[in-house]
């Protein structure tokens, strides 16, 4: 299986890389379009500002090639984000994939929100075999409303879309590649889409 990660300067990938390790697959870091549109699964990984990292998906050509894949695309955290409509972080165009908007908690909770928190209503087979109320590791001040292509909720002051799936599509607010076994299980059922 060829798995590639989207290398476009915005993302944690070397603990990305290495949860797909321990499962056994050496990913492909690239922003070459044959070898991302060629690949089996694809992860769209981001930590960062959102208006920085679509600037650079668009210097490079992916905002345009990522949205026509047909394979399996996992979004991770700020890759999730810049998958849906629109973000008020640096009032950012986003790819339009989910069709949603990222929003950014109030000053009444502590900011960003950093830590273990449950995801919940899990509504697709990227959560094969992991149970309700699961503990997922997060760091983020902006979050995706809920909506119909929402697939796991969390509480953070509100409800929000902890992830997303629109047909080949996912992505997911929280690090799985660091929260533990569950999130390692959340990998391993991605590659078994």
């Given at each position: 299986?060829?798995?590639?990660?989207?290398?476009?300067?915005?993302?944690?990938?070397?603990?990305?890389?290495?949860?797909?390790?321990?499962l056994g697959i050496d990913a492909v870091l690239?922003?070459?379009?044959?070898?991302?549109?060629?690949?089996?699964?694809?992860?769209?990984?981001?930590?960062?500002?959102?208006?920085?990292?679509?600037?650079?998906?668009?210097?490079?050509?992916?905002?345009?090639?990522?949205?026509?894949?047909?394979?399996?695309?996992?979004?991770?955290?700020?890759?999730?984000?810049?998958?849906?409509?629109?973000?008020?972080?640096?009032?950012?165009?986003?790819?339009?994939?989910?069709?949603?908007?990222?929003?950014?908690?109030?000053?009444?909770?502590?900011?960003?929100?950093?830590?273990?928190?449950?995801?919940?209503?899990?509504?697709?087979?990227?959560?094969?075999?992991?149970?309700?109320k699961e503990f997922m590791y997060l760091v983020?001040?902006?979050?995706?409303?809920?909506?119909?292509?929402?697939?796991?909720?969390?509480?953070?002051?509100?409800?929000?879309?902890?992830?997303?799936?629109?047909?080949?599509?996912?992505?997911?607010?929280?690090?799985?590649?660091?929260?533990?076994?569950?999130?390692?299980?959340?990998?391993?059922n991605f590659l078994n889409l």
């Amino acid at each position: 299986m060829k798995l590639v990660i989207i290398n476009y300067g915005a993302g944690n990938i070397k603990s990305i890389q290495f949860a797909f390790k321990r499962l056994g697959i050496d990913a492909v870091l690239t922003n070459n379009v044959d070898e991302i549109k060629a690949a089996d699964k694809v992860i769209f990984p981001g930590v960062g500002e959102a208006s920085s990292a679509m600037k650079m998906l668009q210097e490079s050509g992916l905002d345009k090639v990522i949205p026509t894949l047909k394979q399996p695309v996992l979004g991770i955290c700020l890759g999730m984000q810049l998958m849906c409509n629109h973000s008020e972080e640096g009032n950012t165009q986003g790819l339009g994939i989910f069709d949603v908007a990222v929003k950014r908690f109030s000053n009444e909770v502590k900011v960003p929100q950093m830590g273990w928190n449950v995801i919940a209503d899990l509504k697709s087979d990227l959560f094969k075999d992991i149970k309700e109320k699961e503990f997922m590791y997060l760091v983020h001040s902006f979050y995706a409303e809920k909506c119909d292509d929402m697939i796991a909720k969390t509480d953070y002051e509100i409800e929000y879309a902890s992830a997303l799936q629109n047909n080949n599509f996912y992505g997911v607010q929280f690090h799985p590649e660091k929260s533990s076994l569950a999130g390692s299980k959340i990998l391993e059922n991605f590659l078994n889409l």
